[in-house]
């Protein structure tokens, strides 16, 4: 039976890969999909995951000189995991492809395959970070290159790769979600703030103090309400006990997807959802948001998203002001100050044509949605010459 294997390096990133392995499923439902995630121990839905995998204390972000990740994430042993996974693509066989998703680093392990490989550009972009020289050098081995949008293809023709923008994937990954089991989530909330923590190490801290930037205004808003998502990799109860010892007052809920409320009083104030996010963003007016890929996929969403400078976060700086660049007025970024983020966020509620005009640049940046199909037909297309 012929296969293909998916290698990712990010949380965000397998999440792509997985929905473009479902769109592959649904064309050719006789191939076998495997999927081997190089960061994080994140499992797949719609593939067999294979390989070695381990959470490191960066969650995978060691680049752009962040020496003291590196350091960090060697000492709790990346080299000895990095290499068994590059044996086992080295030593892989029966391959009709190899689909890299995420940066040149998963590019260059799948190319030890001996199989045609498919490269799905998902950070860089000409408008915050273009491909340098030796990026471009590996796509140009790649059997099909597939970057974020129109303007960074253009730029690698003109380099001599063949790449294409079908649409962003990030944009795919997030569509509306009619989950029935969000209604519990949103129960009694008029209106909705969104919190996105995130799926690194530092969610657990971040999800405390976003909360407390909520509760602060939701003090005088009794028709608004929370909802925070609670990412893949993320313990719903380390979330709860770390409110607990806050000072929150958290109650267990019997929904599935819903593992606990917050309450202020009587009142509950914030939930929180273990479901896809689609459903979320669609149903609210505003992002409090320390994610990465799920800030993204806010702004796909036409919804402004207020981050936060804060100093335990000083390591992934560089990241978020990568973000900042890449979204522009659609991420607004303050210091970490409770009082100045509750004000803000207040106006944002107030002004209904603020929050479209940000929501529109954040759609404009963003792009159009379909790649994972397409990239999905290219991958089957290539499939079936190998069987």
């Excluded at 042993?77 to 680093?105: C, E, M, N, P």
């Excluded at 209604?183 to 909360?211: K, N």
């Excluded at 990799?233 to 109650?251: D, H, K, Q, T």
């Amino acid at each position: 039976m012929t296969s293909v294997l998916f290698v990712s390096n990010g949380h965000g990133e397998t999440a792509i890969a997985d929905h473009i392995a479902a769109e592959l499923r649904a064309l050719a439902p006789e191939l076998e999909i495997d999927h081997l995630a190089l960061v994080g121990d994140v499992r797949s839905q719609f593939a067999r995951d294979v390989g070695p995998r381990k959470r490191m204390p960066s969650g995978g972000l060691i680049a752009m000189g962040n020496v003291g990740n590196l350091l960090r994430d060697l000492r709790a042993g990346l080299l000895a995991l990095t290499l068994s996974q590059w044996r086992l693509i080295r030593d892989a066989r029966g391959y009709a492809a190899i689909v890299a998703v995420g940066d040149a680093f998963a590019l260059w392990m799948a190319l030890r395959a001996r199989a045609p490989v498919v490269y799905v550009g998902t950070a860089k972009s000409v408008h915050v970070a273009p491909y340098g020289r030796g990026e471009e050098r590996l796509m140009r081995r790649a059997r099909a290159v597939f970057v974020r949008d129109e303007a960074t293809a253009e730029r690698l023709r003109t380099h001599g790769v063949a790449a294409q923008a079908p649409g962003n994937t990030i944009v795919d990954l997030f569509a509306e979600d009619r989950n029935p089991g969000f209604l519990a989530a949103a129960a009694g909330f008029e209106q909705i703030v969104a919190i996105l923590p995130g799926s690194r190490g530092h969610a657990y801290d971040d999800a405390v103090f976003l909360l407390d930037v909520f509760a602060d205004v939701a003090r005088d808003a009794p028709a608004l309400g929370a909802v925070l998502s609670i990412a893949p990799g993320i313990e719903p109860a380390r979330i709860a006990n770390a409110l607990r010892a806050s000072g929150r007052v958290v109650r267990d809920t019997p929904h599935p997807s819903v593992p606990f409320e917050v309450l202020a009083g009587e009142r509950p104030i914030a939930r929180a959802w273990s479901g896809g996010i689609g459903a979320l963003l669609h149903r609210s007016s505003l992002v409090l948001g320390q994610a990465g890929t799920a800030n993204e996929a806010a702004a796909a969403a036409g919804l402004p998203i207020i981050a936060f400078d804060r100093g335990i976060d000083r390591e992934h700086a560089w990241y978020r002001r990568r973000q900042e660049r890449l979204l522009g007025e659609a991420l607004v970024m303050l210091r970490d100050d409770r009082t100045l983020a509750a004000t803000e966020v207040r106006a944002m509620l107030a002004d209904p044509q603020r929050r479209a005009r940000l929501g529109a640049i954040g759609r404009e940046r963003m792009g159009q949605p379909g790649g994972s199909r397409r990239i999905a037909e290219r991958i089957a297309a290539i499939a079936s010459e190998a069987h």
